[in-house]
Structure formats: structure tokens, C-alpha cells
């Protein structure tokens, strides 16, 4: 899901996009943007923070581009969310509150890695190519770089495309998507993602099922 639309959506509204907290942005921010969504808080129901359906078919599947993906399950402190906030935005070419401490500015001298701040579980990072198997033009695994190897893999995979100089995976919204062995606890964790949807309504963007399935 990209958007809270309701209580089911998105840790029952405790979320931040490009550094907001609870913007309830309209849609078409979302399909005209990439964007940054951060979870912070899960549902008091028995799923994922993300989104609490249970399904997961074709026509809930996310039509857009996703380019990067990380995963802390014990979740980060409010300045280490914005200090990944403004690794996102100055990467990827986002615009974040004039007032964020991170804005224009770099985490320092040293690059973003999986353990700039410890717990990351699962980074998928799209503008790293090196870390995609093809087949033919299709991505076939997508390697987790937070070095626990919770690589997501499919069987009809995603394909590539470039924003702001960097490849981005691009899902098709019917029969491409992916699954991470990542397992993420259904109490306090944090999920940051920068993604692009292409229609409306919001879909189904990263599910929790007991191991989590991108788009």
C-alpha cells in the first residue's frame, strides 16, 4: 500500500512520506512521484505494518517502480529515521521539509552501509546492479545487501529502468513480483521504501506473510 486510506493501510497511520508524518497526501502524489514511505508503528492486528490484508493476488499486485527497500525489525530511533531519510532524498533526488535536520545533507564522510545503524535485515538497493541475476531482461533474484541473505527471488521477474542516473526495478502489475525469506516480527518495526506507482488506486506494494513478497 502507498497511501493510509484507512486503518488497515500503512500502520494504522503512523507513517512519514518524504519526512511528513501523517501527510494523508492525495493520491496522485504517489503516481507522479517517487517517494519516500517510512513505517514506524504496526497495526494492532496480527499482520504487517505495511498493510494488514491476507491476500495476495494479481489484482492486487503494485504497477511501478521500487528502488530501494530496507528493513529494521526492531525498529530505529526518530534520528536515525531521519538520517535515512536524508540518505534517500539526497540519493535519489527527493525533496524533504526545509526544516529536516538531513536535508541537502549527507550522513558524513563515510557512505550508507547495512550497518550504519544496526538491525537492518533486508537492503535492496536498485541502484546497485551488481546485485541482480537476469534472465534475459527479467530480474530473477534481487540480492539482499544487509549481508543476512534474505534475497528476493521470482519466477517471473521484474525488469529494470533508470531514474536520476540509477537503475530501478519496474513491476508490471499483474504477473511480476517477488519474495524475500526475510521474516519480520508483527511487533515494533520499521520499513523505508522509495517507490513510484504508475495507477491508481494504491495497491499492494510490500505484504508481510510470514516472509515478505515485494509488489
Not at 491476507?54 to 538520517?83: C, H, K, M, W
Not at 519480520?184 to 506494494?205: E, G, K
Request: glycine share 8%; aromatic share 10%.
Amino acid at each position: 500500500a502507498a497511501f493510509a486510506g484507512n486503518a488497515n493501510d500503512i500502520g494504522n497511520s503512523n507513517y512519514y512520506v518524504n519526512g511528513n508524518f501523517n501527510p494523508n497526501f492525495p493520491l496522485s502524489t504517489y503516481t507522479s512521484d517517487y517517494t519516500i514511505i517510512d513505517t514506524v508503528s504496526p497495526g494492532t492486528g496480527g499482520t504487517s505494518a505495511m498493510t494488514l490484508s491476507s491476500t495476495f493476488g494479481s489484482t492486487r499486485r503494485f504497477n511501478g517502480q521500487i528502488a530501494e527497500v530496507l528493513i529494521y525489525p526492531d525498529g530505529v530511533t526518530p534520528a536515525q529515521r531521519q538520517a535515512i531519510e536524508g540518505y534517500l532524498a539526497n540519493k535519489w533526488n527527493l525533496t524533504i521539509p526545509s526544516t529536516h535536520p538531513f536535508k541537502g545533507a549527507p550522513l558524513g564522510s563515510s557512505p550508507f552501509t547495512s550497518t550504519t545503524f544496526p538491525g537492518c535485515t533486508l537492503w535492496l538497493d536498485a541502484a546497485d546492479s551488481s546485485t541482480f541475476t537476469l534472465s534475459g531482461s527479467n530480474i530473477t533474484t534481487w540480492r539482499d545487501k544487509s549481508g543476512n541473505s534474505n534475497n528476493a527471488t521470482a519466477t517471473t521477474g521484474p525488469t529494470q529502468s533508470t531514474y536520476n542516473g540509477y537503475p530501478v526495478v519496474t513491476f508490471n502489475g499483474s504477473t511480476q513480483s517477488m519474495v524475500s525469506s526475510n521474516t519480520v516480527p508483527f511487533q515494533t518495526h520499521t520499513l523505508i521504501a522509495v517507490h513510484r506507482q504508475n495507477r491508481n488506486p494504491s495497491l499492494v506494494l510490500i505484504e508481510f506473510e510470514g516472509i515478505v513478497r515485494i509488489a
